[in-house]
């Protein structure tokens, strides 16, 4: 593998410290505190590599000043995928290893990179060699990695990697506690080596120079399963490398407690929550502890996941990788928007399963998205907790629910008062949104007395994942989870304005929002989305009309409103409004025919609607829509 650029230096040239000491004086504060970056200058095809390229002119031109890294091109559009800092330590670790910047990867997680290459190998049907020089195995719970992932692996300790011989048809995996300087090259019959690091977490160093198959299932791996090594934790290695004063997160005193009580008061649940790096690391936990649920229950039946094909693409490319790996268990669909309705297309599915004696695991977003709509909950609960047939005529095994409630997280879903309550249900949302106000990205999940008995599944998987929430998310939750609650209120308040004055200038805009009764219910969501009202004669002429007005809008509300308009998937912020096409960023990788490219926009409790609404206006005069 080609690295993009190459600095013909090494840490020990005087003038690159130099500069990464100039540059971490001069560091924007945005590059610590931000969630998800700059979408107007981030190039996804060129990832990383682009901000690399530009970074490294600065250095040669001696530009590190703030205003001048402010304006580098985002490295990625969210820090559980990576960041500028984990790029530039990356860069830097991949110098003092002599590879291309490719080829080293940062986690959050110690295991997990070993995880991922186990998940690559057994796919692939690859043996496994796991060397490590410590005085404790790498790996934690060794038990379930063999029975529930069926990871196979030959794991020894040696003293020095200078004892790994060499093997055919295997990888080799060499697991240390270096200090970051360390060059971790030393030995050939060394396909990748992770670094353990005490407050980073781990990175890996591929060695190989072909190993474009294996840079990319790590870092799949990384994006859909486990998180990117932290800013704050990225800045602590970097300070450690250019010798300057460093200082490690610790918990707040209550930090634990006080975030733990505002989960189970906003759900309403009354078991210990469990919290994780992201929201995709909590999902990921939650998902692996009903499917050893499943096989412990109900051994040999085949599991079935029910998600909707046009959810978030994480979960949707997150629960396929599952069922990929995983023998016996698949994907059942569950259509919920688009004039679907989510309970009649559940029990269609539920009755599927139950006639081939399955096993199934309901994942839903409640509210949905893009299109932001909520069922009839009693009669979801009704469905879910009906009792069915297998075609043998036994009665079929009961379905777990998984909520995902990330649009509306104060809704007790998880109380004894719920129409949930007889269904064992877990709900989870992601803390970058409401939780935090996009200060971090911490996920957490909590359960209803039925399904309470799961916890400590889903626990011990969160644990082997080593993808437990770190202090300064914490911290960070326990600041501002408090007042959740009220910002939830206000920001719908701004919402339900917005949609109406969008209502009164253009009636011929489709709007998806929920209704007055269902906001009376709780249901108070910050995001709505609209399709645009275009003629056409054929439906695909139709369709084609609206995205590319669409994509109009958003480009015209953020270019009128720089400084408040953002091109983002996120909402729940405290200030400014949020817009984007969900086909082109949350759906991801979603099949092209269940994406959805309506505009989807969020609203923060600081949002001046009237302004947008004129904005609005001038957009329909432009585009004679009015």
């Not at 995001?527 to 056409?536: G, K």
Request: hydrophobic share 40%; proline share 5%; charged share 20%.
């Amino acid at each position: 593998m080609q690295s993009t650029w190459y600095l013909e230096t090494s840490l020990n040239n005087t003038a690159l410290h130099n500069s990464i000491k100039t540059l971490l004086n001069n560091l924007p504060q945005d590059w610590v505190q931000l969630t998800t970056h700059r979408l107007d200058i981030y190039n996804e095809s060129a990832a990383k590599s682009e901000f690399l390229a530009e970074l490294n002119n600065l250095i040669a031109t001696g530009e590190l000043t703030p205003a001048k890294l402010d304006e580098l091109p985002t490295a990625y559009d969210y820090i559980r995928l990576g960041h500028q800092l984990s790029s530039l330590l990356e860069w830097l670790l991949a110098e003092i290893n002599q590879v291309a910047d490719e080829q080293v990867i940062t986690f959050a997680s110690k295991t997990m990179p070993i995880l991922a290459l186990l998940r690559q190998n057994a796919i692939e049907d690859k043996a496994t060699h796991i060397y490590y020089d410590g005085n404790f195995s790498p790996l934690l719970d060794e038990d379930r990695l063999n029975n529930v992932y069926g990871y196979q692996y030959q794991l020894t300790r040696v003293s020095s990697p200078l004892d790994i011989l060499p093997l055919e048809d295997a990888t080799v995996i060499y697991v240390t506690q270096q200090p970051p300087t360390t060059d971790l090259s030393r030995n050939p019959n060394i396909d990748a080596t992770i670094n353990l690091h005490d407050v980073l977490g781990s990175y890996m160093v591929i060695h190989a120079d072909d190993s474009i198959a294996t840079v990319a299932a790590v870092q799949h791996v990384r994006r859909r399963e486990s998180i990117a090594a932290s800013p704050v934790n990225c800045l602590f290695v970097l300070n450690e490398l250019a010798g300057l004063p460093t200082q490690a997160t610790e918990l707040e005193d209550e930090a634990a407690i006080t975030v733990a009580n505002c989960i189970r008061d906003n759900t309403g649940s009354e078991s210990a929550p469990l919290i994780a790096t992201s929201g995709l690391s909590i999902q990921y936990a939650i998902l692996m502890g009903l499917i050893e649920d499943a096989q412990t229950q109900h051994p040999n039946k085949p599991i079935r996941i029910v998600l909707p094909p046009n959810c978030y693409g994480g979960t949707n490319d997150q629960s396929r990788r599952v069922a990929e790996l995983i023998p016996g268990v698949d994907i059942v669909d569950l259509l919920v928007d688009g004039g679907a309705d989510l309970v009649q297309s559940l029990e269609v599915a539920l009755n599927a399963v139950a006639e081939i004696d399955g096993v199934p695991i309901v994942l839903a977003e409640i509210p949905t998205n893009p299109r932001v709509e909520v069922p009839d909950m009693a009669a979801l609960g009704e469905t879910l907790s009906k009792t069915r047939l297998t075609n043998k005529t036994n009665t079929a095994v009961e379905p777990t629910f998984m909520v995902d409630q990330t649009f509306c997280p104060d809704v007790k879903l998880l109380h004894g008062d719920s129409e949930l309550k007889s269904v064992k249900t877990i709900s989870f949302s992601s803390g970058s949104k409401f939780p935090s106000g996009g200060r971090c990205i911490a996920g957490y999940c909590a359960a209803n007395q039925a399904g309470s008995d799961l916890m400590h599944l889903i626990s011990a998987h969160l644990r082997l994942s080593d993808n437990a929430a770190q202090f300064h998310q914490l911290n960070i939750l326990a600041e501002t989870m408090p007042s959740m609650p009220e910002r939830i209120v206000k920001a719908y308040q701004k919402t339900r304005d917005l949609v109406q004055r969008i209502q009164t200038i253009l009636p011929g805009a489709k709007i998806f929002y929920v209704s007055d009764g269902i906001a009376e219910r709780g249901f108070k969501p910050s995001v709505f989305s609209l399709d645009l009202p275009v003629e056409a004669d054929t439906v695909e002429e139709k369709q084609s009309l609206q995205k590319e007005l669409n994509k109009k809008l958003i480009q015209f509300m953020i270019e009128r409103h720089p400084d408040t308009c953002k091109n983002c998937v996120s909402y729940g912020q405290l200030k400014g409004s949020y817009w984007t096409i969900p086909a082109t960023s949350t759906q991801g990788t979603t099949k092209e025919d269940d994406k959805d490219y309506v505009v989807r926009t969020s609203v923060s409790p600081a949002t001046d609607v009237a302004l947008l609404a004129e904005s609005f206006k001038d957009f329909c005069e432009l585009h004679d829509l009015v």
